[in-house]
């Protein structure tokens, strides 16, 4: 039980940052790494995505990536042969084993030092506990640009961007927005012609210690525009909330992206005093895919897809679930 809860709290705490990808990621695709040129240099970004003043070099060969949501937009923008290192997580959800790794919470930045990347990309997980272990690095001269977690969808598409700006990959970004927002628009048309709301509630941690997420987290707007109500929706951000308030409120759907416990719809389909909620007692428990619904980056469209599929089935009966067996991820 203790290492059970010990999982889920760095579960949750990965969550909070945006940056949790529990289940293995499926393969990004790549495509042709981005050339550089005069116009993209002069267009980039002089602060961070917190505000930070940043001086990127005139050319970026080499990068270290923090945070599993910024390696796999590099890995969509085509720079896989410039990254030089990555964190623990993002070796373990891509197919990246050959690459130096650093601990997101505790980096050893000496040893990042001796790498001399040309950019490094952070989140705010990384200075969770107050102290930013990677002011030796700015000390010393090394482009550090943190991305905190997205709030929104508007607010991750601005993260890609922001990426991309850096490292001159404006172009290949624009294109994969542009197929973003055409299926997240046809998503979003469907989900405001929704009248009769299905009522969900996302399990990012099971009980008894369930956390989920509130208003203010993309994942609330994800459910928003698919015409599904949030049960916590009334609640800011992510949150602890009890058994109780889970049955007393009664969702119709129950959606868990729990995957450090054998077979987590079973553990709520088996939970005593659930079996009057609306979504246990007509089996609407449902296991998505943990990177698509956590990694803030252009891959939340398949999340969206499999999550509309398993709320209203019939209504997106015409969308393609990208982890149904047999289609494409």
């Given at each position: 039980m203790k290492l059970?809860?010990?999982?889920?709290?760095?579960?949750?705490?990965?969550?909070?940052?945006?940056?949790?990808?529990c289940a293995p990621?499926?393969?990004?695709?790549?495509?042709?790494?981005?050339?550089?040129?005069?116009e993209t240099r002069d267009n980039r970004p002089d602060t961070d995505r917190s505000g930070n003043p940043i001086t990127l070099p005139?050319?970026?060969?080499?990068?270290?990536?923090?945070a599993p949501s910024a390696t796999q937009t590099l890995l969509d923008l085509g720079l896989r042969d410039k990254l030089i290192a990555i964190d623990t997580y993002s070796a373990m959800y891509f197919d990246l084993e050959d690459l130096p790794t650093f601990d997101?919470?505790?980096?050893?930045?000496?040893?990042?030092?001796?790498l001399n990347a040309d950019l490094i990309f952070t989140t705010g997980m990384s200075a969770s506990a107050g102290a930013d272990p990677f002011k030796p690095l700015r000390d010393i001269g090394v482009c550090v640009a943190d991305i905190p977690s997205a709030s929104g969808v508007d607010t991750m598409l601005e993260d890609t961007r922001f990426i991309a700006a850096c490292v001159g990959a404006q172009e290949t970004c624009e294109e994969l927005i542009a197929q973003f927002q055409k299926e997240l628009d046809e998503l979003s048309a469907i989900g405001a012609g929704i009248q009769d709301k299905k009522r969900v509630v996302v399990?990012?941690?099971?009980?008894?210690?369930?956390?989920?997420?509130?208003?203010?987290?993309?994942?609330?707007?994800?459910?928003?525009?698919?015409?599904a109500e949030n049960i916590f929706g009334d609640q800011e951000g992510f949150l602890a909330v009890t058994e109780e308030a889970v049955v007393t409120l009664n969702p119709d759907v129950i959606l868990t992206m729990v995957d450090y416990v054998d077979d987590p719809v079973a553990e709520i389909l088996g939970r005593t005093g659930w079996?009057?909620?609306?979504?246990?007692?007509n089996s609407d428990v449902y296991l998505v895919n943990t990177n698509a619904v956590s990694l803030p980056n252009l891959h939340v469209i398949d999340g969206m897809k499999q999550m509309a599929k398993m709320i209203y089935p019939d209504t997106y009966a015409g969308v393609e679930d990208p982890f149904a067996p047999g289609e494409a991820a």
């Amino acid at each position: 039980m203790k290492l059970r809860n010990a999982i889920a709290l760095v579960m949750v705490m990965l969550i909070l940052a945006a940056l949790t990808a529990c289940a293995p990621a499926e393969t990004t695709e790549q495509t042709s790494p981005p050339q550089q040129t005069e116009e993209t240099r002069d267009n980039r970004p002089d602060t961070d995505r917190s505000g930070n003043p940043i001086t990127l070099p005139d050319q970026v060969d080499s990068i270290i990536s923090m945070a599993p949501s910024a390696t796999q937009t590099l890995l969509d923008l085509g720079l896989r042969d410039k990254l030089i290192a990555i964190d623990t997580y993002s070796a373990m959800y891509f197919d990246l084993e050959d690459l130096p790794t650093f601990d997101m919470m505790e980096p050893d930045t000496e040893q990042m030092a001796v790498l001399n990347a040309d950019l490094i990309f952070t989140t705010g997980m990384s200075a969770s506990a107050g102290a930013d272990p990677f002011k030796p690095l700015r000390d010393i001269g090394v482009c550090v640009a943190d991305i905190p977690s997205a709030s929104g969808v508007d607010t991750m598409l601005e993260d890609t961007r922001f990426i991309a700006a850096c490292v001159g990959a404006q172009e290949t970004c624009e294109e994969l927005i542009a197929q973003f927002q055409k299926e997240l628009d046809e998503l979003s048309a469907i989900g405001a012609g929704i009248q009769d709301k299905k009522r969900v509630v996302v399990e990012i941690a099971c009980a008894p210690d369930i956390y989920t997420a509130g208003s203010g987290t993309f994942m609330n707007e994800m459910l928003t525009l698919l015409g599904a109500e949030n049960i916590f929706g009334d609640q800011e951000g992510f949150l602890a909330v009890t058994e109780e308030a889970v049955v007393t409120l009664n969702p119709d759907v129950i959606l868990t992206m729990v995957d450090y416990v054998d077979d987590p719809v079973a553990e709520i389909l088996g939970r005593t005093g659930w079996e009057h909620v609306t979504a246990v007692a007509n089996s609407d428990v449902y296991l998505v895919n943990t990177n698509a619904v956590s990694l803030p980056n252009l891959h939340v469209i398949d999340g969206m897809k499999q999550m509309a599929k398993m709320i209203y089935p019939d209504t997106y009966a015409g969308v393609e679930d990208p982890f149904a067996p047999g289609e494409a991820a």
